[in-house]
């Protein structure tokens, strides 16, 4: 018997994800060329992220980790009145020296930013798709899981 095709009607299904902030894993930004879209035809810099919970560990959904992307301009106008989405986020990756140094007028390489820890903003499509809203720097460490000690916690009231 040979090779039997079965049409399907519907893509991948989206990752099982709720809106919210998570840690994410920096991954590297591409050059995209858009059609149409509010501003027109033109490049924009795609971002990708991996999620991580609060351990560090990537987040999987079906054995894949869960990547999320977000557009932004081009632009790097650090003197924009309104500062453009893509200089805040690597404002987010940077540290605030390597952010000084950037605003001066010097470059920084994509591959010093890349596997960084930042949090994001992850917002749902009306396709169900995940995406980036914003980027924030990462947060500080969060003080470590206490585990209740009967001998001293006094149960709450029921």
């Known amino acids: 018997m040979g090779l039997t095709f079965i049409a399907t009607s519907k893509s991948a299904d989206a990752p099982d994800i709720e809106p919210g ?14 059609t149409g879209g509010q501003y027109g035809d033109g490049d924009r810099f795609e971002w990708s ?4 919970d609060d351990e560090g560990a ?3 959904d079906e054995g894949e980790p869960i990547e999320v992307t977000g557009l932004t301009s081009t632009s790097t106008n650090v003197l ?6 893509a200089v805040r986020y690597l404002q ?7 952010y000084g140094a950037f605003v001066a007028g010097e470059g920084v390489d994509e591959k010093a930013l890349l596997r960084r820890t930042v949090q994001v903003e992850v917002a749902i499509k009306d396709s169900g798709w995940p ?15 206490r585990t209740p000690d009967p001998k001293y916690d006094i149960p709450a009231e029921a």
């Open 21 to 34: 902030l998570y840690d994410a894993r920096f991954d590297g930004v591409a050059v995209k060329f858009i």
């Open 49 to 52: 992220f991996t999620l991580l």
């Open 58 to 60: 990537v987040m999987y």
């Open 80 to 85: 924009s009145k309104t500062k453009p989405r």
């Open 92 to 98: 987010a990756l940077m540290t605030p020296s390597e």
């Open 131 to 145: 995406a980036v809203a914003n980027v924030l720097a990462a947060r500080k460490a969060r003080p470590a899981k």
